[in-house]
């Protein structure tokens, strides 16, 4: 599922995170675990998983995909993609 686009500055350090509430209301179940990676540079940093809100801190250096994956109580897995644009000053 691509959620919505991210645009950064170099040095610019973004918190982002993503409501889970519908998707695990509508199945009955809970999340069990969150996982996030990204394609471009930079760091991913306190990763947070707070009942169905993930959230991650993120200092891009290029321009990438930011996925949260997460698994269910139920054993299902759902994906959330980001594109993450790096756009430059001046």
Do not use: F
């Not at 040095?11 to 519908?22: F, K, L, M, P, V």
């Not at 209301?25 to 930079?42: F, I, P």
Request: proline content about 1%; hydrophobic content about 45%; some cysteine.
């Amino acid at each position: 599922m691509q959620a919505k686009t991210i645009h950064a500055t170099n040095g610019e350090t973004i918190a982002i995170s993503n409501q889970w509430a519908a998707e695990v209301e509508k199945r009955g179940t809970t999340v069990a675990s969150s996982t996030w990676t990204y394609s471009g540079a930079g760091t991913l940093a306190g990763a947070l998983l707070a009942t169905a809100l993930a959230s991650v801190t993120l200092a891009p250096t290029s321009c990438g995909t930011l996925t949260n994956t997460v698994t269910l109580a139920d054993g299902e897995v759902l994906i959330r993609m980001r594109c993450v644009v790096l756009e430059s000053i001046g």
